[in-house]
């Protein structure tokens, strides 16, 4: 059974994943399936969804997983608080359920061997070139041990244990902080109808605010579509042209594989979507595949038709600035990207995470345990050279993240002086 479940795996990467033609030959399949045989006696659906995560690293797309559904309804562990590194070490950020440490602790040492060293062995999970893009959420488990220098400068060892890992409460919110600004955050744009009443219920201060700050540092992405309602208020001119900022062309992988499974899970969209416009475009995006089902990648031209893609800009602030990180991806890239077109809009902080180059996720289930999560669409600018994988979104403003952000919040402070307000 697994290795049934792991060919078909193969097989989807190998011809329904968007990067199957860019990546062929990256992966090394030979090497897991003989993992898989020679411990099929005594395997479990731990261990073999352990494998199968183990194998994707081979694509180096951040945008695919695999999971076993079953196990998602367990409560997820770490180490109970989060670092991002400096230099030589690992900054503790924040400590949600270990007590020991607190933000602004470093950790020089795990299990005896220096952060750059880890650096080094853990490459191939870390995937990043810079080490404020790196994330060590599912490396600091793998150890026992920390040496840990507390603000003070005292040193000692932290043992490293499991917590139940809090779950992600999102967050739309608007405040206003003056007469003149407005602070938006939005941690993802999963829940269209929750953001869409924010933006109908604040339109009077949208509307009237001479400055707004959007925080998008952590964005967990979801639909582009939610976030369409909030461009009107960022833009110059009398109308918005969603299709003039495209870079290139979104290719589809219509295989019928692809086809299905997208079908789908669009419709899935459509049962929990009222507003018309974002119903036309899923139903015409539904009715374009269909018609290109099984011919490979295709630029599907839904959009072309021009109505569902303008949009009417409304009197909005007249300078905007979005706070961006690495911890912004998918349709956070999205948003970024599409803003940076704005003359209004300065985007200041840290590329973002840049997982856009394949995007357009399709779900593969077998038998309600497993699940495979991979892109079927990619930008053509992929071929030239131009995607944003380990790049991500450059902000107009790089600001690099240091230690003395943990006290002092950079980017805010750098925002109100761009905008000259005082608060």
């Given at each position: 059974m697994y290795l049934e479940i792991f060919n078909e795996i193969v097989s989807i990467l190998h011809n329904d994943y968007s990067g199957c033609m860019d990546k062929k030959g990256q992966d090394n399949p030979e090497f897991f399936r003989n993992k898989i045989i020679l411990e099929q006696d005594n395997m479990t659906d731990e261990k073999f969804t352990e494998i199968v995560q183990d194998y994707l690293l081979d694509f180096k797309d951040l945008h695919m997983t695999f999971r076993n559904a079953a196990q998602s309804e367990?409560?997820?562990?770490?180490?109970?608080?989060?670092?991002?590194?400096?230099?030589?070490?690992?900054?503790?950020?924040?400590?949600?359920?270990?007590?020991?440490?607190?933000?602004?602790?470093?950790?020089?040492?795990l299990d005896g061997k220096g952060i750059s060293e880890l650096a080094g062995v853990h490459k191939r999970r870390l995937m990043e070139t810079k080490a404020e893009r790196e994330n060590w959420s599912g490396i600091l488990p793998l150890y026992q041990n920390a040496l840990v220098k507390d603000e003070s400068g005292n040193t000692f060892n932290l043992p490293l244990s499991k917590y139940d890992k809090e779950a992600f409460i999102p967050e739309y919110s608007i405040r206003k902080i003056s007469e003149s600004l407005l602070y938006m955050k939005l941690t993802d744009f999963m829940n269209h109808a929750e953001i869409s009443s924010l933006i109908k219920d604040n339109d009077d201060l949208l509307s009237s605010r001479e400055n707004l700050i959007i925080d998008v540092r952590v964005n967990k992405g979801g639909s582009d579509l939610a976030y369409f309602e909030l461009l009107p208020y960022l833009f110059e001119g009398d109308e918005i042209d969603l299709t003039s900022f495209d870079e290139g062309v979104m290719l589809t992988n219509c295989t019928d594989r692809n086809v299905d499974l997208r079908r789908e899970m669009l419709h899935g969209v459509l049962s929990s979507v009222d507003d018309e416009t974002s119903r036309n475009q899923i139903e015409s995006l539904i009715?374009?595949?269909?018609?290109?089902?099984?011919?490979?990648?295709?630029?599907?031209?839904?959009?072309?038709s021009g109505e569902d893609f303008l949009l009417k800009t409304k009197s909005g602030p007249e300078k905007v600035i979005l706070l961006t990180d690495v911890y912004c991806g998918s349709s956070g890239d999205s948003f970024v990207e599409v803003c940076k077109n704005s003359s209004k809009v300065t985007v200041i902080g840290r590329p973002t995470l840049g997982l856009n180059d394949y995007s357009n996720l399709a779900i593969m289930r077998w038998r309600d345990t497993f699940e495979l999560w991979y892109p079927t669409s990619k930008l053509s600018i992929v071929d030239e050279g131009k995607g944003m994988s380990g790049v991500g979104i450059q902000p107009d403003m790089y600001i690099p993240w240091t230690p003395e952000h943990i006290e002092i919040d950079l980017d805010y402070k750098r925002a109100l002086d761009l905008l000259g307000v005082t608060v």
């Open positions: 367990k409560p997820v562990q770490d180490v109970g608080f989060s670092v991002r590194r400096y230099e030589d070490l690992l900054y503790v950020v924040s400590a949600e359920k270990e007590t020991k440490v607190k933000p602004g602790f470093s950790i020089s040492e009715n374009e595949m269909e018609k290109h089902r099984g011919k490979g990648f295709v630029d599907i031209d839904f959009g072309k």
